[in-house]
């Protein structure tokens, strides 16, 4: 009874559509929850090759470009202090220095020194950054390529009106397929490995990035929104290759060089996220379909989400634009402060 309800075709279907419409026949193949299973396996081997990656690639790469790791000294082994570090703060007050001291018999200096040390050996070294960005940056470019040559020849890329014929009965192209299958993959092993990622200033952002990116695509994925997914996903990865190469460049101090594709990147973000998305994939989204069907709960659904992923862009410009104003007006010395905004976008169809 809950499978029928989860289901039920008044939820995902617009309106004389049934679930025995999309069953495959006649050489036509429709997409299927089923179809999603393998993403579990695939993001295991994702992380799997992201490893021998980062090892094999990123690390002789970063090598080349000239990251060197800086020396960093190592805390004495101290109980009551390594106890109080992970037990209560890692930056104590005064007073609570004057505590510590007394119980270890140091001088107030030397606990001082001894919590600037450890709070050092927590800070992600360059490199493990530099692995991270260029695992992205290798996906992202890979992935751009990829949906430009899905898309390219398709008639939904340059007619939006398109993208609703026949809906929802639109079969499934292999290229789709793969499409889908390798991005939402991908998503989930982002998602499996994020304890293990360099923890960043928006983690949070990033988390719901990834969940309603996942959701969505699913969603996407089981309500035959396929069409319009795959533009989205090809909207957002045209900047986010950008990005994740300009970090890497910062994190081998190419600071001209990375200045350079700071304002590439803003100037791409901005058309592909604050224009073309609202304007023309949520004008897609919100105003064609009623033409073609009557709104249904599945229609209310994705649009809602897909205004609460254009809230995130928003989020993310105002950085960009904070940043670009402090380059513009030389309160910022360092274009190095730009890179470490993650501003990721999201693959959400």
């Not at 930056?91 to 220095?97: G, V």
């Not at 026949?166 to 991005?183: A, G, H, V």
């Not at 090809?234 to 594709?261: P, Q, R």
Request: hydrophobic share 50%; aromatic share 20%.
């Amino acid at each position: 009874l809950l499978s029928d309800w989860f289901w039920w075709e008044h939820l995902w279907l617009p309106q004389g559509v049934k679930w025995s419409d999309l069953e495959d026949g006649d050489g036509y193949i429709y997409a299927k929850v089923s179809h999603l299973y393998i993403t579990v396996p695939n993001a295991v081997a994702f992380m799997v090759i992201r490893y021998f990656f980062e090892r094999f690639v990123a690390t002789p790469l970063g090598k080349t470009l000239g990251i060197k790791e800086t020396i960093r000294l190592k805390a004495t082994e101290n109980l009551v202090l390594e106890k109080f570090f992970f037990s209560h703060c890692k930056h104590p007050s005064q007073s609570e220095m004057t505590g510590l001291a007394k119980k270890c018999n140091w001088t107030v200096r030397q606990v001082e020194r001894w919590f600037r040390r450890r709070r050092n050996q927590e800070r992600p070294r360059i490199m493990k950054k530099f692995q991270e960005v260029c695992w992205r940056f290798a996906f992202y470019l890979l992935a751009f390529t990829c949906g430009i040559i899905v898309l390219y020849d398709k008639p939904w890329f340059s007619d939006l009106w398109e993208v609703w014929v026949d809906f929802p009965r639109q079969s499934l192209l292999p290229s789709q397929y793969w499409y889908y299958i390798i991005e939402l993959s991908f998503y989930l092993s982002l998602l499996f490995s994020v304890a293990f990622d360099v923890k960043r200033k928006d983690f949070k952002e990033q988390i719901i990035h990834h969940l309603a990116t996942i959701i969505l695509l699913s969603f996407s994925w089981c309500a035959n929104y396929i069409r319009i997914g795959t533009l989205v996903m090809v909207v957002h990865d045209a900047s986010d290759f950008i990005l994740e190469f300009a970090k890497m460049l910062n994190y081998a101090g190419w600071t001209t060089v990375c200045n350079s594709l700071f304002v590439v990147f803003a100037i791409v973000f901005i058309i592909t996220r604050l224009v073309i998305f609202p304007f023309w994939i949520i004008h897609c989204t919100w105003v064609l379909p009623v033409h073609f069907y009557p709104p249904f709960f599945g229609y209310y659904f994705f649009n809602v989400m897909l205004v609460i992923l254009q809230l995130l862009h928003i989020f993310w410009a105002y950085l960009i634009f904070r940043m670009v104003n402090k380059f513009l007006f030389g309160s910022v010395s360092e274009p190095i402060t730009f890179c470490k905004l993650h501003c990721r976008g999201s693959k959400v169809p």
